[in-house]
């Protein structure tokens, strides 16, 4: 039974880190939009707002590989039922944001949260994410 537990999480692993081919977090308030999409060959971060700007740049293999280990043993069904650590962005108190999880399929996996505080589960993905973003190389 023991053997059985352990080969179906190996195989669940496998299947999360094939299956993911993007990662993508929003974050919001009325006036501002950020969108940062990472896939295995690029990061694409999009701001609209008073400072308007798109940054493009290849994403390094070392960068994917991290990705897709904060990405391992999680289930993606269950991203949309993480409760948010704190619920601020209700009243407008904090920024609207959502980490995305995009299999081959198309099919995204969702959890909104305030600012860059997601669910425990996603803390060390939101790190990897915002270890991910630059202001270098900005196009217009």
Same mark, same amino acid.
């Given at each position: 039974?023991?053997?059985?537990?352990?080969?179906a999480?190996?195989?669940?692993?496998a299947?999360?880190?094939?299956?993911? *081919?993007?990662?993508?977090f929003?974050?919001m $308030? =009325?006036?501002?939009q =950020?969108?940062?999409?990472? #896939?295995a060959?690029?990061?694409?971060?999009? #701001?609209?707002?008073s400072?308007?700007?798109i940054?493009r =740049?290849a994403?390094? *293999?070392?960068?994917w590989?991290a990705?897709?280990?904060t990405?391992?043993g999680? =289930?993606? $069904?269950?991203l949309?039922?993480?409760? +948010?650590? *704190?619920?601020?962005?209700?009243?407008?108190a904090?920024?609207h944001? #959502?980490?995305?999880? $995009?299999?081959n399929?198309?099919?995204?996996? *969702?959890h909104?949260f305030?600012n860059e505080?997601?669910?425990?589960?996603l803390?060390?993905?939101?790190k990897q994410? @915002? +270890?991910?973003? @630059?202001?270098?190389? #900005?196009d217009?």
């Open positions: 039974m023991l053997i059985l537990s352990f080969i999480f190996l195989i669940t692993q299947v999360t880190q094939e299956q993911v *081919s993007q990662v993508e929003r974050t $308030t =009325r006036g501002y =950020r969108s940062v999409v990472i #896939t060959d690029s990061v694409f971060d999009i #701001t609209t707002g400072d308007e700007r940054i =740049r994403t390094d *293999s070392t960068e590989m990705i897709q280990k990405i391992a999680i =289930r993606l $069904t269950d949309m039922n993480l409760p +948010s650590p *704190s619920m601020s962005r209700a009243s407008d904090a920024r944001s #959502t980490i995305i999880i $995009t299999n399929a198309g099919k995204e996996y *969702s909104g305030d505080n997601p669910h425990d589960m803390r060390p993905l939101m994410i @915002s +270890s991910m973003i @630059s202001t270098e190389k #900005t217009r």
